[in-house]
T-cell receptor, first 115, second 114 residues
Protein backbone atom coordinates (compact mmCIF):
# COMPACT_ATOMS: atom_id res chain seq x y z
CA UNK A 1 0.00 0.00 0.00
CA UNK A 2 1.13 3.56 -0.62
CA UNK A 3 2.56 5.40 2.35
CA UNK A 4 1.91 8.89 3.64
CA UNK A 5 2.73 11.45 0.97
CA UNK A 6 3.90 14.98 1.66
CA UNK A 7 4.80 17.90 -0.53
CA UNK A 8 6.87 19.84 -1.05
CA UNK A 9 9.88 18.05 0.39
CA UNK A 10 11.86 21.25 0.82
CA UNK A 11 10.88 24.89 1.06
CA UNK A 12 12.91 28.05 1.63
CA UNK A 13 11.10 31.29 2.38
CA UNK A 14 11.84 34.64 3.92
CA UNK A 15 10.43 35.64 7.26
CA UNK A 16 6.96 37.15 7.15
CA UNK A 17 6.11 35.17 4.01
CA UNK A 18 3.45 32.49 4.01
CA UNK A 19 3.84 28.79 3.21
CA UNK A 20 1.60 25.76 2.92
CA UNK A 21 2.32 22.06 3.25
CA UNK A 22 0.22 19.24 1.90
CA UNK A 23 -0.33 15.72 3.25
CA UNK A 24 -2.11 12.72 1.79
CA UNK A 25 -2.51 9.98 4.42
CA UNK A 26 -2.73 6.27 3.85
CA UNK A 27 -6.03 5.36 2.28
CA UNK A 28 -8.70 4.60 4.86
CA UNK A 29 -6.83 6.15 7.79
CA UNK A 30 -9.22 8.23 9.85
CA UNK A 31 -6.68 9.95 12.06
CA UNK A 32 -4.10 12.45 10.81
CA UNK A 33 -1.36 14.20 12.75
CA UNK A 34 0.95 17.12 12.03
CA UNK A 35 4.23 17.23 13.95
CA UNK A 36 6.96 19.86 14.06
CA UNK A 37 10.52 18.57 14.41
CA UNK A 38 13.11 21.23 15.17
CA UNK A 39 16.72 20.26 14.53
CA UNK A 40 18.09 18.25 17.42
CA UNK A 41 14.68 17.64 18.98
CA UNK A 42 12.01 15.01 18.80
CA UNK A 43 8.75 15.59 16.94
CA UNK A 44 6.15 17.72 18.72
CA UNK A 45 2.47 17.30 17.95
CA UNK A 46 0.88 20.39 16.47
CA UNK A 47 -2.59 19.17 15.59
CA UNK A 48 -4.56 15.96 15.42
CA UNK A 49 -7.60 15.27 13.22
CA UNK A 50 -10.18 12.53 13.41
CA UNK A 51 -11.78 12.46 9.97
CA UNK A 52 -12.30 16.18 9.28
CA UNK A 53 -12.66 17.24 12.92
CA UNK A 54 -9.92 18.61 15.18
CA UNK A 55 -9.20 16.40 18.21
CA UNK A 56 -6.26 18.29 19.71
CA UNK A 57 -4.70 21.57 18.60
CA UNK A 58 -3.43 22.70 21.99
CA UNK A 59 0.16 23.01 20.74
CA UNK A 60 -0.66 24.84 17.51
CA UNK A 61 0.40 28.53 17.49
CA UNK A 62 -2.96 29.68 16.24
CA UNK A 63 -1.90 33.27 15.63
CA UNK A 64 0.17 32.10 12.67
CA UNK A 65 -0.51 28.41 12.04
CA UNK A 66 -3.68 26.93 10.60
CA UNK A 67 -4.61 23.49 9.38
CA UNK A 68 -7.56 21.87 7.74
CA UNK A 69 -8.61 18.46 6.59
CA UNK A 70 -11.44 18.90 4.17
CA UNK A 71 -13.46 15.79 3.34
CA UNK A 72 -11.48 13.87 5.95
CA UNK A 73 -8.68 12.87 3.59
CA UNK A 74 -5.93 15.28 2.52
CA UNK A 75 -4.72 17.96 4.87
CA UNK A 76 -2.91 21.27 4.55
CA UNK A 77 -0.87 23.08 7.17
CA UNK A 78 -0.27 26.80 6.66
CA UNK A 79 2.05 29.28 8.30
CA UNK A 80 1.35 32.98 7.88
CA UNK A 81 3.50 34.93 8.55
CA UNK A 82 6.54 32.73 9.05
CA UNK A 83 9.18 33.43 11.68
CA UNK A 84 12.78 32.32 11.84
CA UNK A 85 11.94 29.89 14.65
CA UNK A 86 9.52 28.05 12.35
CA UNK A 87 12.49 26.49 10.56
CA UNK A 88 11.93 22.77 11.10
CA UNK A 89 10.80 19.56 9.48
CA UNK A 90 7.02 19.23 9.38
CA UNK A 91 5.93 15.62 9.57
CA UNK A 92 2.53 14.26 8.72
CA UNK A 93 1.40 10.93 10.14
CA UNK A 94 -1.75 8.87 9.93
CA UNK A 95 -3.31 5.98 11.78
CA UNK A 96 -6.29 3.80 11.09
CA UNK A 97 -8.29 4.95 14.08
CA UNK A 98 -8.04 7.29 17.04
CA UNK A 99 -6.99 4.56 19.40
CA UNK A 100 -4.25 4.82 21.99
CA UNK A 101 -1.20 2.94 20.92
CA UNK A 102 -2.22 2.31 17.35
CA UNK A 103 0.76 2.62 15.02
CA UNK A 104 1.25 5.98 13.39
CA UNK A 105 2.71 5.93 9.88
CA UNK A 106 4.90 8.89 9.06
CA UNK A 107 5.55 10.66 5.79
CA UNK A 108 9.03 11.82 4.75
CA UNK A 109 8.41 15.36 5.98
CA UNK A 110 8.77 18.85 4.56
CA UNK A 111 11.94 20.67 5.53
CA UNK A 112 11.22 24.39 5.95
CA UNK A 113 13.97 26.97 6.12
CA UNK A 114 12.99 30.51 7.04
CA UNK A 115 15.65 33.14 6.27
CA UNK B 1 4.34 16.63 33.59
CA UNK B 2 4.57 14.05 30.86
CA UNK B 3 8.02 13.77 29.35
CA UNK B 4 10.54 11.45 27.76
CA UNK B 5 14.28 11.70 28.31
CA UNK B 6 16.92 10.11 26.14
CA UNK B 7 20.15 10.84 28.02
CA UNK B 8 22.50 10.08 25.15
CA UNK B 9 22.48 12.53 22.25
CA UNK B 10 25.00 10.60 20.19
CA UNK B 11 26.38 7.06 20.48
CA UNK B 12 29.05 5.37 18.37
CA UNK B 13 29.42 1.60 18.32
CA UNK B 14 31.49 -0.77 16.24
CA UNK B 15 29.77 -3.01 13.74
CA UNK B 16 28.97 -6.31 15.38
CA UNK B 17 28.99 -4.86 18.88
CA UNK B 18 25.95 -4.79 21.12
CA UNK B 19 23.82 -1.70 21.54
CA UNK B 20 21.69 -0.22 24.29
CA UNK B 21 19.85 3.08 23.93
CA UNK B 22 18.38 4.54 27.08
CA UNK B 23 14.91 6.00 27.56
CA UNK B 24 13.29 7.29 30.73
CA UNK B 25 9.75 8.55 30.91
CA UNK B 26 7.46 10.47 33.21
CA UNK B 27 3.78 9.74 32.72
CA UNK B 28 0.83 9.90 35.08
CA UNK B 29 -1.18 7.02 33.69
CA UNK B 30 -0.21 3.58 32.45
CA UNK B 31 2.21 4.33 29.64
CA UNK B 32 2.20 3.01 26.14
CA UNK B 33 5.84 3.05 25.01
CA UNK B 34 7.33 3.14 21.54
CA UNK B 35 10.66 3.20 19.76
CA UNK B 36 10.89 4.78 16.31
CA UNK B 37 13.84 5.01 13.94
CA UNK B 38 14.47 7.83 11.49
CA UNK B 39 16.97 7.55 8.64
CA UNK B 40 18.21 10.75 6.98
CA UNK B 41 15.52 12.32 4.81
CA UNK B 42 13.00 9.71 5.86
CA UNK B 43 9.98 9.65 8.08
CA UNK B 44 9.83 7.73 11.33
CA UNK B 45 9.39 3.97 11.31
CA UNK B 46 8.04 2.03 14.27
CA UNK B 47 10.53 -0.50 15.68
CA UNK B 48 8.46 -1.83 18.56
CA UNK B 49 5.87 -0.94 21.17
CA UNK B 50 4.84 -1.96 24.67
CA UNK B 51 1.32 -1.84 26.07
CA UNK B 52 1.13 -4.54 28.71
CA UNK B 53 2.11 -8.11 29.46
CA UNK B 54 5.62 -9.41 28.91
CA UNK B 55 8.01 -6.61 29.73
CA UNK B 56 10.51 -7.73 27.07
CA UNK B 57 9.20 -6.90 23.63
CA UNK B 58 10.62 -7.89 20.29
CA UNK B 59 10.59 -5.61 17.30
CA UNK B 60 11.69 -5.45 13.71
CA UNK B 61 15.30 -5.54 12.51
CA UNK B 62 16.42 -7.60 15.51
CA UNK B 63 15.67 -4.94 18.13
CA UNK B 64 14.16 -5.56 21.54
CA UNK B 65 13.25 -3.36 24.47
CA UNK B 66 12.60 -3.97 28.14
CA UNK B 67 10.02 -2.09 30.20
CA UNK B 68 11.03 -1.53 33.81
CA UNK B 69 8.26 0.20 35.72
CA UNK B 70 10.33 0.65 38.89
CA UNK B 71 12.94 2.58 36.92
CA UNK B 72 10.52 4.31 34.53
CA UNK B 73 12.70 3.06 31.71
CA UNK B 74 12.22 1.48 28.32
CA UNK B 75 15.70 0.80 26.94
CA UNK B 76 16.27 -0.41 23.39
CA UNK B 77 18.79 -3.17 22.71
CA UNK B 78 20.32 -5.05 19.83
CA UNK B 79 22.89 -7.84 20.29
CA UNK B 80 24.86 -7.14 17.11
CA UNK B 81 24.74 -3.84 15.27
CA UNK B 82 24.89 -3.60 11.48
CA UNK B 83 26.17 -0.59 9.53
CA UNK B 84 22.64 -0.05 8.22
CA UNK B 85 21.43 0.62 11.78
CA UNK B 86 23.05 4.06 11.72
CA UNK B 87 20.13 6.45 12.18
CA UNK B 88 18.31 8.56 14.75
CA UNK B 89 16.26 6.70 17.35
CA UNK B 90 13.31 8.18 19.19
CA UNK B 91 11.54 6.93 22.27
CA UNK B 92 7.91 8.02 22.71
CA UNK B 93 5.14 7.66 25.26
CA UNK B 94 1.38 7.83 24.94
CA UNK B 95 -1.71 6.44 26.57
CA UNK B 96 -4.38 7.23 29.09
CA UNK B 97 -6.98 9.57 27.65
CA UNK B 98 -4.52 11.11 25.20
CA UNK B 99 -5.95 9.32 22.21
CA UNK B 100 -3.20 8.88 19.68
CA UNK B 101 -1.01 11.70 20.99
CA UNK B 102 2.64 10.78 21.42
CA UNK B 103 5.33 12.60 23.39
CA UNK B 104 8.78 12.07 21.93
CA UNK B 105 12.23 12.22 23.45
CA UNK B 106 14.91 14.33 21.82
CA UNK B 107 16.46 11.39 20.06
CA UNK B 108 19.74 9.48 20.06
CA UNK B 109 21.89 9.53 16.96
CA UNK B 110 23.63 6.21 16.35
CA UNK B 111 26.85 6.01 14.36
CA UNK B 112 28.35 2.64 13.42
CA UNK B 113 32.10 2.20 12.95
CA UNK B 114 33.26 -0.40 10.44
Amino acid sequence: EAGVAQSPRYKIIEKRQSVAFWCNPISGHATLYWYQQILGQGPKLLIQFQNNGVVDDSQLPKDRFSAERLKGVDSTLKIQPAKLEDSAVYLCASSLLLVTGLEQYFGPGTRLTVT
Amino acid sequence: AQSVTQPDIHITVSEGASLELRCNYSYGATPYLFWYVQSPGQGLQLLLKYFSGDTLVQGIKGFEAEFKRSQSSFNLRKPSVHWSDAAEYFCAVGGGNQGGKLIFGQGTELSVKP
